[in-house]
């Protein structure tokens, strides 16, 4: 929030005696101790002498160039006129215009010296409104008849149009709604230095309105709408919409970041940022018939300001006359009733709206603008008359126009309610040794109600903070009045804790190994598309979420896959086309519903029942820790003498067994399937828990090469996800570590026949069994298929190795452990030994 200094001065005493620079140091340091961020300051950045000048003679010239000069005799109040070239042609002989003299510096550090140009000696500048930073016009100088301005040749013109003013900007928290306006931030600095404040709100005297037809009907209230609009239309007529803006007015509207538009649409700019309340004005000759406020209907659309013509939702607020929807409630107005310099008679709509609803419709439309940024936050609910009367006001003094009784008003703000408050609370939450004074004084100083009685305190807060709803509310305002620099700042003794979970070690323990393999980890969002859903989840239905970000991706996601292949799409367009990423996060199963179950939300501070909790806790859907990891491009980069290897399903495997290692789990790999990977490049991954019974935990492969080039990604992009937490509860108790052998091992190599069908993983796990203790170690080195065995059939060749801890095993020894695992799998899965 931008707040010049001119304008707070209107309403709170300030320092007297201080420059510009100094004053706006003071404003940042007072605002900041009350709790405001500072942001920035602005200031028109003109230096003089830039003074009033009228043109005495015009003599344009035409240059071989084919451009035209006009070369003029100013009279700047000297003793003579001065010479000056410009190049505008906007202006005649007898119009006051800003002239800047030699020694003068302009925004950028443009100074200003009499120089030679076009066979004249230019001794200074007339001015355009862009070149003073008063504007973006740059078609022609800034007359001063423009702007409805009569002044003294050779007088001031930076004071004379505002530009010796500046403004200090500050952040203003979401909850702190009341501050987006000058009326807030002049109490704010009464707070801080004890200024004294008068309330701009209270200079208004509101007068009666009638007639007018209007209804309002909020027959679709959403989830935790507050009620429906309240608030006034008032009628001003006979305004002349081609009067300019007034210098005064046009100056704070640009230093608080707003352009000057015209005459009527500034006034009602001017309104919402001295008082905190939007206002919308409507040209009345364009408006059919009454005003009506409802929710839109299916296959409504309007043309908004923009010029965008949006389709409205059920859940909209509108503002509509007899022709459909002519404004969006609180977030824009429609073009059909748009004010222009043709206008006559304004109808002037000051509302109060619900945030829930006005926050909805600005996502929904992605129209952001600064009356729904102060809905959202908190308007006053008792300024609509105030602030539409305002306008009236001001169009009535400005623009010539005449009030009407002509106007309507629809319900009344509700009345805050009051808040338990005990006197020794305070104390207790901050630390601090409050007086009973200090915290009923402060708490009158903000605005609000206090009724004692012994140390309770029923405190009423003022219709503009609608973030106090609570006693921590209140006791906060108490820390911040009075300053925070009485807050203790000893640290509390930390309890003694006991580290992180075995959880946390292991998902910690992942990153960690996978980062030294070579791994990038990343972060995706965890909102999905219904396409992206289908694409890559398993069966069932993913958790929609009622109010999403985006209404495109309304799913939470059930794999890490999606997020990950969007980080490749975006790491490729930038060139990088090796890569190795993984994530640690969240995914989320299947679910309907979650939330209270009923349309109330519970007060606060009050305990839920233990039912309510349980259901509440049963409405939300799983959500396991998963990792994933995506590899594409070269594993291994090409070297001298050594070709590149590209990353494949080896490489998704070998992710897999590292986080097995991490884990501390033994996994088992098979072929698998899933709707977004290659059908012979796809395993499931399996862990076998205490007695022996299967688990999947995850899926390793590469992605469909349609699906890989739809996404505009490679041909092979290899993929592996895996359920920490199920790999987690597999993992049991203490790990067993086995030691080094320090006897010689026997090694062994057995070839196996088996229906080419039959998984290479499932024979390995039938030797494994069979083989017994001595079987130290087994792996796949071969899989043929080819001449000399029957048809459909493939041979296996798996490398073993043996060892005993008490003895050197003998080759019978060895040889008999491995003619068990081959009958074993010979038992399970038809296996013969190769001759």
Sequence with gaps: MRVPVSWLREWVDLPSGLELPAMLEHLHAALVKVGFEEEDIHV??????????????????????????????????????????????????????VVTLPGAVLPGGFAIAARKTYGHVSDGMIASARELGYGDEHDGILRLADLGIEAPVGADAIALLGLDDGAVDINVTPDRGYALSIRGLAREYGHSTGARFSDPAEAVTVEPSHGFDLSVVDDAPIRGNHGAPTGVFRVVRGIDGHRPTPPWMRARLLLAGIRSISLPVDVTNYVMLELGQPIHGYDLAKVRGGIAIRRARPGESIETLDGKRRELDVEDLVVCDDSGPIGLGAVMGGASTEMGADTVDVLVEAFHWDPISVSRSARRHKLFSEASKRFERGVDPAMPPIAAQRV????????????????????????PAAIALDVRRPEALIGVAYTDEEVVGTLELIGAEVARDGDALAVTPPSWRPDLVDDAGLVEEIARITGYDRVGSALPTAPPGRGLTPAQRLRRRVGEVLAAAGGTEVLSYPFQSEETVARFSPEGEAFHVANALDPREPYLRRSLLPGLAVAAQRNLSRGLTDLALFELGRVFGEGETAGWGTEELPPLGVTLPDATVAGLLASVPPQPWHVGALLLGDAVAAGPGRAAEPAGLADALDVVRQVALAAGVAVEVRAGSHPALHPGRTAEIVVRDASGAEHAVGVAGELMPALAEELDLPRVVAVAELDLDAVMGLAGGERVIRPIGALPAATQDLSLVVPAEVPAAE??????????????????????????????????????????????????????????????AGERVGATIRE
């Design 44 to 97: 028109f950045d003109v230096t003089g002498p830039v003074v009033v000048g009228r043109v005495l003679e015009r003599e344009p010239e035409p240059q071989s160039n084919g451009k035209t000069i006009n070369w003029c005799r100013v009279d700047v109040g000297e003793a003579e006129p001065r010479g000056i070239v410009c190049g505008a042609h906007n202006f005649e002989a007898g119009d006051l215009v």
């Design 763 to 824: 024979v390995l796990a039938a030797v494994v069994e069979g083989a017994g203790e001595l079987l130290e170690h087994a792996a796949l080195v071969d899989d043929y298929r080819g001449a000399g065995l029957p048809e459909g059939r493939k041979s296996l060749t798996f490398a073993l190795r043996f060892r005993a801890e008490d003895r050197t095993l003998t080759a019978a020894e060895a040889t008999e452990a491995k003619l068990a695992g081959a009958a074993r």
């Design 392 to 415: 009236v006001d001001l169009l009535v003094e400005l623009a010539g126009g005449t009030a009407d009784e002509l106007g309507a008003s629809f319900g009344a703000p509700p009345a």
